[in-house]
Nanobody, 124 residues
């Protein structure tokens, strides 16, 4: 059974930093693209960042470009999202996702496996 488990969320003041982790089990994702999405209350789930199977290609939403960094450690079957200069509008539940395909994508349907989410709250 494939599982993605996020951790690292929490409450932080504006301007602060957090690092999210997502550990995968039940399947190796070393040949799969992985991504982070987020969903704020009353809003649709939106793309945050994605990384290709090799880590050679990363894609970011304009709203987080220059502040967030996505990375992966395939030896640990883990992906990360380093978030800096956090803003109140970054408040959301953050979900990690894994694709069956190697290329990174900002499209939600490209991802087959999803974690349960971790809450990030940024206070002003």
């Amino acid at each position: 059974q494939v599982q993605l488990v996020e951790s690292g969320g929490g409450l932080v003041q504006a301007g602060g930093s957090l690092r999210l982790s997502c550990v995968a089990s039940g399947r190796t994702f070393s040949t799969s693209a992985m991504a982070w999405f987020r969903q704020a209350p009353g809003k649709e789930r939106e793309f945050v960042a994605a990384i290709s199977w090799s880590g050679g290609t990363t894609v970011y939403a304009d709203s987080v470009k220059g502040r967030f960094i996505i990375s992966r450690d395939d030896a640990r079957n883990t992906e990360y999202l380093q978030m800096t200069s956090l803003k109140p509008e970054d408040t959301a539940v953050y979900y990690c996702a894994a694709s069956r395909y190697p290329s990174s994508s900002d499209l939600l349907p490209s991802y087959e496996w999803w974690g349960q989410g971790t809450q990030v709250t940024v206070s002003s």
